[in-house]
């Protein structure tokens, strides 16, 4: 990134953007940069219409897969749990137990979907709510910014 | 209104927007126009950090009360239920038993809290559900539009 860019225009953010658009094309709704209760941030959290979870890590380069090892982290906030990276990434050395997306700024595709490993209900609650709280904030900021100044 | 008037000239929405920053100021999250599964749409929806749920109905005007008989149809699907009318609105016939605020386009305040009928577990997951699905397609209709074009 030169001293110009903004963090729009950071590789990360440009590919959660294509997964965040593949799974509104299939009626999902997302959030990016999502914190988790324990403190980790996921790149992106998808809700279908049944109220299951999804988290994806998005990587867009080895080095940045091998500076952040503790991607199961996750695994305790989510139904199914995807890696998306982008079409030049060495995929063969992501865990084959988790879910793989291939992403670009504009779209994404499953090359292998997320194994289902569903959360119980006191956890899904608390991410519903946490994902509804989090998503109607933003919502405001956006809108009727002077709301959120006190 | 005039005919150069936007939909957010309407007194109902200016009176929204002064409920939805009470709540926020309070730390709830909000969102207006929200159709429920009965097909009403609640004027103003609030969720606090417990997963409590309030709908607020706005009334602008006597006529605007008059007009539409069917609150308490709204009762179903919150913990706590409110009318939200302007400092001259003739209070004394709104219901005693329902919670009370007088707002204007900058603020609200509550005359008398609402009485707690709290929802049963379902209807409340389904009304968190269906809070985060609708905020978290909002967010995405501003943010990236495109995403929604399919």
Not at 21 to 46: I, M, P, Q, W, Y
Not at 61 to 67: E, H, K, P, V
Not at 143 to 150: F, K, M, V
Request: overall charge neutral; glycine content about 8%; proline content about 5%.
């Amino acid at each position: 990134m030169t001293g110009t860019g903004t963090i729009a225009d950071a590789p990360g953010v440009q590919l959660a953007r294509g997964v965040c658009r593949a799974f509104a094309a299939r009626g999902l709704s997302t959030l990016c940069e999502f914190t988790l209760k324990n403190g980790r941030r996921a790149d992106v959290v998808a809700l279908d219409g049944a109220g299951e979870l999804a988290i994806v890590e998005v990587k867009s380069s080895l080095a940045d897969y091998r500076s952040d090892g503790k991607w199961w982290e996750y695994l305790d906030y989510c139904d199914r749990f995807y890696f998306a990276v982008p079409a030049d990434f060495p995929r063969d050395i992501l865990p084959s137990d988790c879910g793989l997306m291939v992403t670009d700024a504009y779209h994404a595709e499953i090359l292998r979907p997320a194994p289902l490993a569903k959360l119980n209900a006191a956890r899904r609650r608390a991410m519903l709510l946490r994902f509804a709280q989090v998503a109607g904030q933003r919502l405001t900021r956006l809108t009727d910014p002077e709301a959120l100044i006190s």
